[in-house]
């Protein structure tokens, strides 16, 4: 036996230190030393008697160091209030349940928390010998509760100075803490924010709320509050729920936030929409008038190029046309009064040779200038379509170009891929190789400038489309002419007698009628590429362009 502690007995036995009974048995000295909680026994006077081993390491103290000591050498700072607690059970005999007691362990300096429960020891005849105290640490607990405070304080400090209006709700959905910005809002400490809801939506959002509550889902709608100036606003009101580790609710957090910008923003673009859709229909009703009135002015145009370029062969067959018929008239004079002499015959007759020259000549290139006119007008006709080798057509077309090359040092060079059959127009095909040779001679090679012309056809990256790519390394254009190129009347050379129709007719035929698509490239003293794609199968409709 060790200061009082015989672990072979097997009967309660009297300490010769202390005079008090002790459990001796062994089965329950092992629960008592094995046990997940702090166990002791104290004397009457405060004295230990008995430790278990768990007490040690949850106070950090030793067996050696207490037992037989007194409370108050061993742990001065807690004696008054053990000394308490055991007078109190040894005068009423009544047990101490959950005291709370704070301190350090013998071997830290940090503050520590235990929860102790304390009962009486009775003798045979129930007399209290002395008094059992179990001890529990819960110093985790206390902090983790200190956190959550903590937290708590944090998140009321953070919600009181956003300015949304916030709460929050237990798992059943009363409403338990209000932000101060609620209060200044609605004027009031109430926690029934159904209260506020407007007349008309007051059921529907119960019913969303009650729905919430059953399901545990989150929840959004729109609501209107009414404020402390007693008028009505609208806001956004969301819920969502808090889960615990068990993902069970056991809280809602809610926001109410204000949208009465919003809404007057919404009310102001759907006036804004409203008056530019009105504005819209005024415009195309206005782009109307003027698209009537653009078609005149092009007409008017069109009439203008057209009395322009025709007037000088005309003007002139019709100045050589008025002196032949006065010479004939001059002539039959003569001849009714027999003074016709033959040396006035020979004269007329030479007179009417040239004036006939000038006549076809002024005339041919009058039919010329019409025959160009036509290809811009709405009603000209184009050849049927029908299928056809692009290359072998633009092979033959070349061919009818070479001798336009006259004495020009040029060179026509061409490249075609072979069997790209074509379901076309090829009337309109040549007419556009024709014009863009016509026009490269014309402007890309002044004053008898060597240079080349190369035609390339290939099948385009896509089966359906082929690529047509004329190029020139001539004089090339300005950015200015450039964007111009492909209007009608617009040329550079117009007192050399172009008419500026050959570019814009090579893009009528290519996009009207051959349903293609063409791109310009130039840049002076580079050269021009005209890039033309062609669908193999022209639109049905184009027959009728």
Known sequence: MTNGLNRDATTVQMSPVFGVPLPQQPALQLIYDTAPIGLAFLSPDCRYLQINQRLTEICGISVEDHLGRSVRECVPALADAVQGIVDSIMNTGDPVIGVEVAGQRADQTDERSWV??????????????????????????????????????????????IPQLVWMADAGGKIFWFNNHWRQYTGTDSQDWQAALAPGPFHGARERWALALQTGTPFELEVSLRGADGQYRPFLTRAVPLRDAASAVYRWIGT???????????????????????????????????????????????????????????????????????????????????????????????????????????????????????????????????????????????????????????????ECQPDLAMNSYPGPYGQVLTNLFLNALAHAFPNGKNGTIDIKVVQAAGDDNVDVLFSDDGCGMSLDVRRKAFDPFFTTRREQGNTGLGLHIIHTIVTNCLGGTLTLESEPGKGTKIHLVLPRVAPASSAAS
């Open 116 to 161: 102790t429960y304390w009962h009486p020891l009775r003798n045979s005849v129930g007399e209290i010998v002395g008094v059992n105290v179990a001890a529990e640490e819960i110093t985790e607990r206390k902090r983790a509760e200190a956190a959550l405070k903590a937290s708590e304080r944090q998140f009321h400090t953070l919600a009181d100075s």
């Open 256 to 414: 109410h936030i204000d949208i009465s910008e919003r809404k007057r923003g919404e009310q102001e673009l759907r006036n804004a929409r409203d008056a530019a859709e009105a504005a819209l229909h005024n415009l195309k009703e206005t782009q109307n008038s003027l698209i009537e009135a653009e078609k005149l002015a092009a007409l008017g145009r069109l009439v203008a190029g057209v009395a322009h370029e025709i007037n000088n062969p005309v003007g002139t067959s019709l100045t050589v046309a008025s002196s032949l018929e006065h010479k004939t008239a001059m002539v039959a004079v003569e001849l009714a009064n027999g003074t016709l002499k033959r040396s006035t015959l020979n004269d007329f007759l030479e007179v009417s040779r040239e004036a006939s020259s000038q006549l076809v000549a002024n005339l041919n290139r009058a039919a010329n200038l019409i025959q160009s006119f036509k290809q811009v007008a709405t009603d000209q006709s184009y050849s049927n379509q029908r299928v056809f080798d692009l290359g072998e057509l633009t092979e033959q077309i070349v061919t009818s170009l070479r001798p336009g090359l006259g004495k020009q040092n040029l060179a026509l060079t061409i």
